[in-house]
């Protein structure tokens, strides 16, 4: 496909740890982008109503820095992003990636050769034991019934879509649920999805409290956004 801009859009909630060096390895994959193809990039950081300095430490990075008055989840940044996005193609990429940012180019390369229309990053094994893939297998599960696509990364919040799909699809989905609603939506609506290693890596969630308390947050929302799928299908 042809693309002139392509718009990049961070989620970023309390992230003042980790988004600084997020956004500068982002600047470097898209000053590399630009010098080899000569394409535009746009750089949307979303604070999702943060209490830290998260949005003061986007400004020497970010071409648009959006803020939620309060926290409203993942789903509904992602949404106030693109809304806002001038791309034919939008990445998602999570604020906690690090140095490994510099990598997210190649998440647009089977789109911008037409193999396909969104990408998926498959992220490196972990280096410590997370969960115990309850979550991701339910995603998958669901997604499979729903859609008919095996997916080895349904959770994967690492992707570039095509506008299109992001406007077709409505945004319509909250929280956590975000990337499997998008997913069953893109495949309905007979896109192209290619799963793909690319050597990115983000905080890990531990076995421990908080960890268990995050998974039963995405269960839960990925849990919604399969009924909603199964009650209201995109087409
Ligand atoms: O209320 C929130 C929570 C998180 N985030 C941001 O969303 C991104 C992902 O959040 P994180 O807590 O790092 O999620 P993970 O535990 O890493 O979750 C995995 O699974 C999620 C879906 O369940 C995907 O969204 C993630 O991309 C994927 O890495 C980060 O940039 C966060 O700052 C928000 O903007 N608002
Ligand atoms: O750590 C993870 O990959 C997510 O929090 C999902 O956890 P689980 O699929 O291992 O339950």
Known sequence: MQAQTISIIVPAWNESALLAGTLQSIG?????????TGMRTQLIVV??????STAELAVPYADL??????RRGKGAALRLGWRAASGEVVVFLDAD???SAK??????????????DMTVAKLPQA???????LVRGAAARGVRWLSGFRSQAPLSGQRAVR????????????????????LIDAVKMGYRVQELEV????RETGRNWSGWWHRGKQLAAVSRTLWACWRKPVC
Do not use: M
Request: aromatic letters at 8%; charged letters at 25%; hydrophobic letters at 25%.
């Open 163 to 182: 506008s299109e799909i992001l406007h077709r699809s409505r945004g319509r989905y909250d929280g956590f649920g975000v990337e499997v609603g998008l």
């Open 28 to 36: 470097e994959g898209c000053r590399n982008l630009t010098c080899q």
């Open 103 to 116: 990598h997210w180019p190649d998440l647009i390369q089977p789109l911008l050769e037409g193999e396909c």
């Open 47 to 52: 604070d999702d109503g943060s209490r830290d």
């Open 65 to 70: 820095i959006l803020r939620q008055p309060a």
């Open 199 to 202: 050597p990115l890596y983000h």
């Open 127 to 133: 280096s410590r034991k997370g969960g115990f893939g």
């Open 97 to 99: 990636l690090g140095s």
